[in-house]
């Protein structure tokens, strides 16, 4: 229940200069605020200008108690969510190329939507989406499931951040990527392996690293068994060279990436 009252103050009797107990010149509202919480906040002297202030600030505690986040984001902007799910991929620790090729991916969907709001995300349109990329662009099944997960992560973001009511593309499921593989991948023997060395050192930089540096770093990543991005994340804090047994310690990190 929302209540006016006098706050009890202290001042100086400019009499006698003694502290007395008085009530303010204010009237105080008390209410419950959209969260729950008791709020007390001065308002004004005349207790009906008072009154009235103090409806209002109910009236919106009751506005917000009775809001609906999902509705509330579909009123906006659809890039006001991919901008918010950006910032959200970078500050988990992802890679700036992960984080710009997932929101790359999402935006390339919302796009053919014309962008509509996000409450417009189903499972026809993203099948549709996937079905021109294969048309136009000849993409593998591989690569069409790196846009449909990206944009299942997306949608999962706005179900977490209480945007959307519930997941859109639960029945959305991913390809058999063996049905069209375009790449197999298998290790090197020892001969390939040393074509690769003979190659990076002779070639030219790549991704700003010398043919040179590029030798080391394969022969490094062969003998340790760490990923690009895990050397790549090597700093001096990460080796103890005072011990009996010298040691580089790295933390394991699934970064995808390209090839050096």
Known sequence: ???LYK???RITDPKTGQKIKTDSKKWWGRYVD????ERRVPLAVDKKIAGRMLNELVEQAEQGRNSDPVAEAAKLPIELHLEAFEEHLAAKGNTTLHVKQTVKRVEAYLTTMKRRSIDKIDPASVEGFIAQLRREQKLS???CNHYI???KTFCNWLVKRDKLLRHPLLLVSLFNADADRRHCRRPLDAVEFQYLLRAAEAGPPVEGMSGEDRFMFYVLAAWTGFR???LG?????HFKLDGEYPTLTILERRLPGRGL
Do not use: F, N, Y
């Open 1 to 3: 229940m929302a209540s």
């Open 7 to 9: 706050k009890p103050v």
């Open 34 to 37: 959209a969260d729950g919480v």
């Open 141 to 143: 099944l591989q690569t």
């Open 149 to 151: 997960r990206a944009i």
């Open 228 to 230: 690009k991005g895990e």
């Open 233 to 237: 994340s090597v700093t001096l804090r």
